[in-house]
């Protein structure tokens, strides 16, 4: 084994890594993983490596010291296969998770995760979030800022319900487009509780079973995925929907949910509970995660 060639496994690895990156970024799959601000760097980093790859290329020397055949002192690095060997080790991982890495969560570890299903438990899924201060019902900024929503759209408590109208974005029927972290943080908060309660609302997610307060079988958890920075702190959020038709839909499936907005109180705490009067299966939204 020659000196050159144990470059050229460099060069591989580099190339490798950077494609594999750019892979990721131009399919798409990065949604999934990373926040939508730290996504350029992905492609950032996929770009120095193809030119440290190109660079290392054309530095290439016969006469370039370093360990050979007679003088490395490294017996690992003065076998063939040791070399080779240490170049799968630096590929092989990435090659074998980006192969078979998911692009969603699957039910199990959703579970694992713990959904959250009221605002206090999203308070530590959104810290590192900026705050902002939301408007109180009569125009003003309360003293303490109040947890940011997640994306779109962002909720304010209007003074009328004319008001309301005027901001919150709506479907071509009508019906008010939510998130399911609007509609958790609304049965915590009362200034901003109006402007759902006993309104028709669409908003879409996964379905999972509900095995709380569910004797009847006829609620279900719709849920979303809310990331911080990337997949490792993503925590799943959860809203209730009564479907009295008792649509038989498979699990994790994404469905649209039409329905009227109540906020019951169960175990001793306020929850929002979408009645439906439609659950549709759906194709999954652009942006599958909450941010």
Known sequence: MTNSFSRWLSCATLVAWSAILMHFYFSGRIASFLHPMFRPFVLISAGVMLLLAIGLALSFSSTDGGCDEEGCAHSFGQMTAGRIITFLILLLPICAASAVSTDGFGASTM?????VTDASGLNSVSKSSVDFPMPSGDGTAPSAPAPA?????????GTTENAANDYLPKSKSGAIIVQVPDLLYAAQDSSLRPDFQD????LI???MPDQVNN?????????????VCCAADARPVAVLVEDGKKSKIPEMSWVSVTGRVTFPTEGGRMI???KADQ?????????????
């Open 199 to 202: 309104k028709t609302i669409e």
């Open 111 to 115: 579970m694992n995760r713990g959904v």
């Open 272 to 274: 929002a509970v979408v």
């Open 279 to 291: 659950v549709v299966v759906t194709d999954p939204p652009e942006e599958t995660m909450l941010y």
């Open 205 to 207: 997610g996964q379905w």
């Open 149 to 157: 929503v997640a994306s779109s759209p962002v909720v304010y408590a």
């Open 215 to 227: 004797s009847k079988g006829s609620r279900f958890k719709l849920v979303r995925m809310l990331m």
